[in-house]
């Protein structure tokens, strides 16, 4: 296999161009996203989505008016103080619910590490929708099958870097080994500290997280849910050893009261209270 590859999305650079999102599209054929005006932010995309594997992320951080000087008498929101941008992507979990569930084997891990869906294999039956932790893979409506960021798997095999990360003109999107981008991302949160920006910190890089560590992880400069990023991700099929396990042993205790009822000589099922002293005998005639 491969050496492991992934994203580092440095947010801290992020200039919000959206080249990443065009580049995307660009490459991988991807239609549109219905050209929607939301009128909520800058950022039309929404979020990802079937037909949007990269977003960008537009997240106006307000300044705080005290409550003598809030003249409009609303909730002491003054105007926008300054913006968070994030390009969003696929986390290419280690621990992929997504790949779990799949019943068709249209999601598989490449050598890289990522996880790709096969659009040929899909049934469009939608499993991988709510098993994914971070509401990344999603169905597309035209034709019902689900598709989300393959980190360019032809591009990588091809020798050539993703899309988006060859469009960024700032170099928030790094591409290369997963190994080489977590030390490379630690000193650069380690040199934010030093700028004096201690609210830097780093999403899914832990191999000890819920998912096993991302492939794909980011540099944040503010909690998580501010990103709309989930603080704590836990992989969706966590569980499903000891649910199947428990299922097992309910079925086969159930199994051996059965057994044991039958061994016992205890009454049958639609017997009733005539099972021994009402039934009628083998000749005919009531026994008493």
Not at 158 to 175: H, M, N, R, V, W
Not at 180 to 205: F, K, S
Not at 225 to 251: I, N, Q, S
Request: net charge negative.
């Amino acid at each position: 296999m491969a050496e492991r590859m992934g994203f580092f999305t440095d947010t801290s650079v992020c200039i919000g161009c959206k080249a990443c999102e065009v580049a995307c599209k660009e490459w991988n054929d991807i239609p549109d996203d219905g050209f929607v005006f939301r009128a909520t932010s800058y950022d039309n995309t929404g979020s990802l989505g079937a037909s949007t594997w990269r977003h960008v992320a537009f997240i106006e951080e307000r300044s705080r008016v005290p409550a003598d000087q809030d003249r409009d008498g609303d909730d002491g929101s003054g105007g926008i103080e300054g913006w968070l941008m994030s390009s969003d992507v696929c986390k290419h979990c280690t621990h992929a619910a997504c790949l779990d569930v799949c019943p068709t084997g249209a999601l598989f891990r490449t050598e890289f590490g990522t996880v790709v869906v096969q659009a040929d294999v899909c049934n469009g039956c939608g499993y991988c929708v709510p098993a994914c932790p971070y509401g990344v893979i999603d169905r597309r409506e035209r034709d019902g099958r689900a598709f989300k960021c393959t980190m360019c798997y032809d591009r990588q095999l091809g020798g050539l870097e993703p899309a988006c990360a060859k469009a960024c003109p700032t170099d928030s999107i790094q591409f290369g080994p997963l190994d080489e981008l977590r030390a490379r991302a630690a000193e650069r949160v380690e040199r934010l500290h030093g700028e004096g920006r201690p609210e830097a910190r780093l999403y899914g890089d832990s191999p000890d997280d819920g998912v096993g560590g991302a492939a794909a992880f980011f540099l944040l400069l503010a909690e998580p849910e501010v990103y709309g990023l989930p603080p704590d991700p836990v992989v969706t099929t966590r569980d499903l050893p000891a649910m199947w396990r428990w299922a097992a042993g309910a079925a086969l205790s159930l199994v051996g009261a059965v057994a044991v009822s039958f061994l016992s000589g205890g009454v049958l099922p639609g017997e009733g209270a005539t099972g021994r002293t009402g039934a009628r005998g083998r000749r005919g005639g009531w026994r008493r």
